[in-house]
């Protein structure tokens, strides 16, 4: 199950994202983010993945695709904190 709530931070949006990023649920997360990003295009848009338990390869991906849009990465849990590691190296390796 996956739960995900826009939250206005003053300056920034945050999608916050509680639960399982997996199968069915990660085009849910992606409508979220491209609704926002339509809606309030130019904002400075940050996941927040502090609640999120699990994610698959689907939401990898997912996660991947935001960050090289500009999408900020938040988590507090050592697995998550790892995914985003491996995101953001992946990133990096691209731009070389």
Known sequence: MLRVTVEDLE??????????LAGA???E?????RTLIRRSPGVS???????TEFVDLAGTYLLSLMYRSGVQ??????????VIAEITAQAGAKRI
């Open 45 to 51: 848009l940050i996941v927040d993945l502090t609640d």
């Open 73 to 82: 990465l938040r988590a507090n849990s050592l697995y998550m904190k790892n």
């Open 11 to 20: 300056t920034d949006l945050s999608l916050k994202v509680e639960g399982r």
């Open 25 to 27: 649920w990660v085009p």
């Open 29 to 33: 997360l992606e409508q979220s983010w």
